[in-house]
T-cell receptor, first 113, second 112 residues
Framework: SQTIHQWPATLVQPVGSPLSLECTVEGTSNPNLYWYRQAAGRGLQLLFYSVGIGQISSEVPQNLSASRPQDRQFILSSKKLLLSDSGFYLC????????????FGQGTRLTVV | DQQVKQNSPSLSVQEGRISILNCDYTNSMFDYFLWYKKYPAEGPTFLISISSIKDKNEDGRFTVFLNKSAKHLSLHIVPSQPGDSAVYFCAATFQGAQKLVFGQGTRLTINP
């Protein structure tokens, strides 16, 4: 069966520090991968998605970047965190063209102080 | 541009009664709709979906209704149980879209 791992579960980082959140998927090949952020009053905001290795689509211009170095690995990064980067970050995967359900990881609560 | 809207941030329902969560969309290309349930500090989990070729889909206590002309869908939970207390997200997509567009979510509280 397919599983998705996302870590860490919680993270407290000072302003200006770098960020690296990692997500891996098991049990499937060539998944679509997604990074979402849940912010108060804005629901689940899609940040990045990837349909293949090295292919990244950015949905929102911001202080963050994403990379997909391997088929089932998706990384969310920042060189210098801002206070506004605080939030709940979710990785997800799906199969196919998007008309299928997406499966989410447990999320990372990031607090920038 | 909020293409999927859940205009009620919260809803409170008595246990055993019907819960109705609403969702509106603006993009007429959307042809597949999903509902997700989310508990605090966890990722959302898939609940139920509906294709635009249908106007109703039922799974146990959960039923989703789609009104294409009004660009509106709703999730009915009958009977509501305390474990249904969570945030519910509506999502939409279309063939070839590669992604889901989510609404803002509605926090459902079931009161005993």
């Amino acid at each position: 069966s397919q599983t998705i791992h996302q870590w860490p579960a919680t993270l407290v980082q000072p302003v200006g520090s770098p960020l690296s959140l990692e997500c891996t998927v098991e049990g499937t090949s060539n998944p679509n991968l997604y990074w979402y952020r849940q912010a108060a009053g804005r629901g689940l905001q899609l940040l990045f998605y990837s349909v293949g290795i090295g292919q990244i689509s950015s949905e929102v211009p911001q202080n963050l970047s994403a990379s997909r170095p391997q088929d089932r690995q998706f990384i969310l990064s920042s060189k210098k965190l801002l206070l506004s980067d605080s939030g709940f970050y979710l990785c997800a995967w799906s199969v196919g063209t998007g008309r299928t359900e997406a499966f989410f990881g447990q999320g990372t609560r990031l607090t920038v102080v | 541009d909020q293409q999927v809207k859940q205009n009620s941030p919260s809803l409170s329902v008595q246990e055993g009664r019907i819960s109705i969560l609403n969702c509106d969309y603006t993009n007429s290309m959307f042809d597949y709709f999903l509902w997700y349930k989310k508990y605090p500090a966890e990722g959302p989990t898939f609940l139920i979906s509906i294709s635009s070729i249908k106007d109703k889909n039922e799974d146990g206590r959960f039923t989703v209704f789609l009104n294409k002309s009004a660009k509106h869908l709703s999730l009915h939970i009958v009977p509501s149980q305390p474990g249904d207390s969570a945030v519910y997200f509506c999502a939409a997509t279309f063939q070839g879209a590669q992604k889901l567009v989510f609404g803002q979510g509605t926090r459902l509280t079931i009161n005993p």
